[in-house]
Structures are given as C-alpha cells and as structure tokens.
C-alpha cells in the first residue's frame, strides 16, 4: 500500500493542474474559471465528506448500513438519470426501476459467483461503478426516445390510425434507442486494454497488484458493466415509452 | 341511422381556437366530402373523429357510444384514418401491406392482398418494390390498400389525391368507391374541385367550425 500514499504536499502541489486549466479559461477568454473553481472545491468537499462516511461504514460493517448505503448510491444515480430525461412527462420510478434491478441483480451474480465477498469494502465502491454506468445508459436512453418520437411521430401515427397498439407503434423507437444507449459500453469493451485502462485495474496495479490479477477483476467488471447497462437500457427504454402516450393511447404533443 | 356524431365539440391548440361548438351527424353508408378554407380545421375534424386527438371539450359518437369511453385500439381499427403524405414503414411494399395482419395476431392473407392490388392495376410483383422508388401515387395507392385490408366501417380521407396526377387519382378514386360499395361510411377532405363537383354530400366548414350543408345529388 505504500505505492499508494500520497502526501498533503504532494496533493498541494497537484493543485497546479487545476491552475493549468483556469490560466487556459483566463487566455482564451472562455469565462469558465469560475466554473472551474467551483467544480473543484465541491470536488474536494464531496470527496472529504464520502472518505469520512466511507470510513464509517467500514469500520462498523454491518448488513444494513451497506444496504442502505446501495439505496442512496441507487435513489442519487436514478435521480441524476430522470434529470437527463428531456420528456416533460417523465417518472422518476421508470430510472428507479431500471437502476434497483440493472444493480442489484448484477450486485447478487458477483456475489453469489464468489467475485466479491459481502463485505462494505467490495459492496459499496461495485454497486458505485454498476450504478454510474448505468446512469449514463439511462440517461442515452432518454435522450434517444426523446429524439426518435421527434423525428419518427409521423410513423407512429400512422401505425396509431391503422390501430395499432403504442407498443407495436413505437417498436423501432424502442430499438434504435436501446442500441445507442448500449453502444458506448459495447465499444468501450472492445477498447479496455488497448486503448484504456480502466480505474479498477489502474487502481488495483497502483496498489501493487500482479497486472495478471488485475486483468482478471477487469474481465469481471467488463462483463459486469454489459450486464447491468443492458438491463438498465432494456428497462428503462420500455418503461420510459409510455410516457409519450396519453390515457387513449394518443402521442403527446 | 348515424354511425358518427359530433355534439358542441371545441377544440383548441395553445391559445388558438380551431373549433368552436362544431355539431353535425354522419349517416351510415354516407361519403360525406368536407370542404373550406385552409386552415378551417377540416383535418382537424378527422383526427378528433380518428381519436388520434381528443376534444378540448364536447363529446364525440360512435353509434351513440362517446368515443373516449371505447377501446381506442379496437375504435382505430373500425374508423380509420388516412394521411395526405403517408409515411411508409421498412424498405419494400411487403413491409407495409402485411402490418394490419401483424398488429392483429393474423396469418397475412395472399389471396386478399392480391385482389386489392388488381384493383389499383398493380401486379403481385408490385410487393417486392422499393419505397424510395415508389411515385407519390404508388405509395399513397400503399397507404390506402394498407388501412382497407380488413374493411372499416369508416374511412376518412385527408386530402389523399392532393399532388397526384389524372391516372393516380383514377385508381385512387377507383379504390375509394369499391370500399364505399362495400358499405363503408367515408368522409373526405378535399380541395380537388372535380371532387367536389361530383360529391352528393358537401359539408362547408367555415372559420373555426362553422358549418354550411350542401347537398349536389
């Protein structure tokens, strides 16, 4: 672990990096440098105040408190995800849903397949990494149906008057947005190691681990990621299209 | 006996009033031709009769049952409606004609494909065509065959012989009057002067739903 240490000087002294950025904002005249400022101290502070709680939880290691530590990293990513949704008759359930099942049903395969124990320490940082992704997904998701009901709503109300149910009229739409929220995962798994390596396996060879083993828990999280971004896409995809339908089965304007 | 009904209907779009307590009734059987100035509301009428959009208020009949409180998949599929500009689905014809069989559960039946495309001069080869080289007449020849497939009970038109030529509409004209002979109720918006001049039952729908009848025969 001593590769791992960093010292508060050393952590002033990355502060330089930051000013490498505002010096940049400051010559091109990009007014970001209070954006940058910000963004950075409430990186600090959120950062400080997770390592204290992270601590916490450790140290006192009981089930529930890492099960509703899962719930908070869930409800936040879920939150985050609804927030993406350009839809105004969006439902916060639909990212809810989407996140609890991608996650925990991922969370249950690693454990019961013995790649993590159930121990606050593996639990929370995994359910951290299944979540985000799946937040991103989500929100692609969102972000696609919203375009394709815009772009497709004269084939959908065409396959409306010929009397068609919204689920047959909207198959395409489904579909093409499930594919695109997919996609940035399925290319970022052709990529890890050639082009990229990810946190989890820097982190763990920043630590001393072989590279072999690091491989290994990478092939996991790789596997892990496609598995809850599907479900996460697939879920949310079919939930979130109802919304673009009234009561009597009308696209909404 | 009146299969459609409209009873003080208005509707509204944002601020804009586009019908103001519009009333009248459709016979069963009837081919009722709604004419007016651009911007009326004529197409309007037939989506609210479509159920493709609701009434900002009043009531709409379906052989006395209010619109709004039937299936709206199983109403779609008796009262139909057909775009000016049909938007076709996939890449060839056999990608479209088959849909009302597919959202119904059905085997798609060859025979009555066939048959319709005798009537409007296409051969069965006409199925494996590419949309993309499909005339504004052929595809709305499609579209048409496409909502006839199990017969309606009514079939409303949004001006769907604007922009063809004299040999399209024919056929188009043609298709419309053996749906009409097999009892169907249709109601066409038109602007088509020869389509006008030739309609038994003319309904004027003035400025904000407004309306005037006319009868020719």
Not at chain 2, 111 to 128: C, G, M, Q, T, Y
Not at chain 2, 166 to 179: A, C, N, P, Y
Request: glycine share 6%; charged share 20%.
């Amino acid at each position: 672990m001593k590769n791992v240490t960093v010292s508060n000087l050393s952590l002033v002294l990355a502060f330089a990096l930051v000013l490498v950025s505002i010096a940049i904002s400051a010559k091109e005249k990009l007014g970001l440098t209070k954006d940058i400022l910000i963004s950075v101290i409430r990186a600090i502070m959120e950062l400080v105040i997770i390592g204290f709680v992270l601590k916490f939880i450790f140290h006192i290691d009981t089930l529930w408190l890492t099960a509703f530590s899962t719930l908070i990293i869930i409800f936040n990513a879920s939150w985050n995800a609804n927030e993406r949704n350009p839809d105004s008759h969006k439902k916060l359930w639909s990212s809810i849903i989407a996140e609890a099942v991608g996650t925990y049903v991922t969370l249950s395969l690693l454990i019961v397949s013995g790649v993590i124990k159930p121990i606050p320490m593996q639990v929370i940082p995994i359910t951290g990494m299944i979540a985000g992704n799946e937040m991103v997904t989500i929100g692609l998701c969102y972000k696609a149906l919203n375009e394709s009901f815009h772009d497709l709503r004269q084939q959908v109300l065409e396959k409306l008057a010929l009397g068609s149910d919204i689920k047959m009229a909207s198959m395409p739409i489904i579909r093409r947005s499930i594919k695109t929220a997919m996609q940035p995962t399925i290319d970022s798994a052709k990529t890890v190691g050639l082009v990229n390596l990810p946190g989890m396996m820097s982190g763990l060879i920043f630590a001393g681990v072989n590279p072999i083993y690091a491989i290994k828990y990478q092939i996991i999280i790789t596997f892990m990621l496609l598995s809850a971004t599907g479900l996460g896409a697939v879920i949310s995809g079919y939930l979130a299209y109802k919304q673009y339908f009234n009561e009597q089965m009308q696209l909404r304007d | 006996m009146t299969i459609i009904e409209l009873k003080n209907v208005d509707y509204q779009m944002g601020k804009r009033t586009i019908l103001n307590n519009l009333s009248f009734g459709i016979k069963n059987g009837d081919f009722l031709t709604l004419i007016g100035p651009s911007g009326a509301g004529k197409s309007t009428i037939l989506k609210l009769i479509a159920n493709l959009i609701s009434p900002s208020s009043g009531t709409i009949f379906y052989h006395g049952s209010d619109i709004q409180k039937l299936d709206p998949i199983k109403y779609r599929r008796q009262v139909m409606y057909c775009f000016q500009q049909p938007v076709l689905f996939g890449k060839t014809v056999k990608d479209n004609l088959p849909f009302p069989y597919q959202i119904r559960n059905k085997e798609v039946d060859l025979d009555r494909l066939d048959s319709l495309l005798k009537i409007v001069d296409s051969p069965a080869e006409f199925l494996n065509k590419e949309i993309n080289s499909l005339s504004g007449g052929e595809k709305q020849r499609v579209a048409l065959i496409r909502s006839i497939v199990f017969l309606p009970k009514v079939l409303l038109l949004d001006e769907v012989t604007t922009g063809l030529d004299g040999k399209s509409k024919e056929i188009v004209h043609r298709l419309i009057e053996s749906v009409h002979r097999q009892g169907t109720t249709i109601v066409q918006v038109t602007h088509d002067q020869s389509e006008i001049q030739v309609a038994k039952n003319v309904l004027e729908i003035k400025s904000r739903g407004l309306v005037n009848e006319k009868c020719n025969g």
